[in-house]
């Protein structure tokens, strides 16, 4: 079947579940649950072979609002799931969805590992660089200075991640930006996202309405990177440094060995092991 | 080249004015779920009434297409002015203590920029039969925006109630 009959046989709706969100009105998730349903419509995947795995947090309930497979895990720990079923698993397409502090920081580890693991999945992080779920608390993406919160009314002091920059130098193959503002746009990389060969990441600028509230004005900020999709890191690492964070589009994309399980190198436990057959 | 200009043929004008209202009328439903969860059924009432009438609208363009082919584009190769169609309400421009008048506002923004959109198209496009529809379709948002007027009239609230929480979101002590 070409894309075009089969964007007909499936529509976004038809990946919607019947619950309502209970994210506050106006905030990104619904664009990133808009673009995630718009780009599978598009691809034409059959609902019973796509997963979306997810942690805790606000966006993390998104795996409930779609009709494919979810599974709300546990706190930080949506990439080991993911993985695991993955490997059990490996014809399904695997997404993974998240915040900012669900990958980054309890997550943080599997995130890394993640990336230069280089499994077939995509991973989106919906970045609104604040814990929301629990009422506002500086996360890994905080600016240091950012003192609307009562736990650091100072703010953080300390150096938010690049999550892009981060992805590079653990390793992950893939790697985009978008913004919830532009769902179509972030519905075009995440088609990107899913088609490539290995692991993608796609970090989803998502404003806050409710613990953020000036991320309202991202939309005046964010704007297209103006280079093409680079496979060199070295190239990708400078124009993830010098830019501001609010450029969207696929930064870096190179071809990598994927990792399956049996495909690592041999640990010698056969060898081992059959020693003990009788 | 505008996009006017590029509009050359029914099909596609027709293609784009579906998705247009197609997509108005799920944005209107996607907001007054929104509504509905965050308990302000009056406004969740009011888009959903306004995902109706773009759902009619969208109905109405369908039939007319009957028996041509509509082309198929990805939502991300519509040349659309803005992000999203111009009848797309922006999600970012709602909040739960919003009110049926801030909302008919929002309503208003989508049909004016509808209006411009087919308005251009009626003066750019190279084909005359897009031209005379695209007329005529702007003439129909223009009703459009006038009946949300006179509803607006009934709702006078100003934007400083929206601002105004009694119960605001913030961290436990």
Known sequence: MDQAAQQIALTPKDFKSALKPVWCPGCGDFAVLNAITKALAFMGLPREEVALISGIGCSSRIAAYTSVYGFHGVHGRALALASGLKAARGDLTVLVAGGDGDGLSIGGNHFIHACRRN???????????????????????????????????????????????????????????????????????????????????????????????EQMLWKHHVKAFDQEISSNPVEAAQRIQADDGMSTGIIYQNERPVFRPGTGVDNGMGSIESEFTI | MSLAEKISDLDTFLTYSVVLEEEAADRHDELADMMEVHNNPEVAATFRKLAHYSRLHAREIRDRSSGRSLRVIAPWDFEWEGMEGPETGDISDVNYLMSTGHALKIAMGNEQRAHDFYFEISKGSPDPAVRALAAEFAEEEKEHLELLEKWLEKHPESDEDMRWDPDPAHMPE
């Open chain 1, 119 to 213: 499994m077939d999945m995509t991973y989106i992080i919906m970045d609104n660089e604040v814990y929301g779920m629990t009422k506002g608390q500086a996360s890994p993406t905080t600016a240091p200075d950012w003192a609307d919160s009562k736990l650091t009314p100072h703010g953080t002091g300390i150096r938010p991640f690049q999550p892009a920059g981060l992805a590079l130098t653990a390793g992950a193959s893939f790697i985009a930006r978008g913004f919830t503002g532009d769902p179509n746009g972030l519905a075009k990389i995440l088609v990107a996202a899913i088609g490539h060969k290995g692991f993608s990441f796609v970090q989803a600028l998502s404003p806050c309405p409710t613990f953020r509230p």
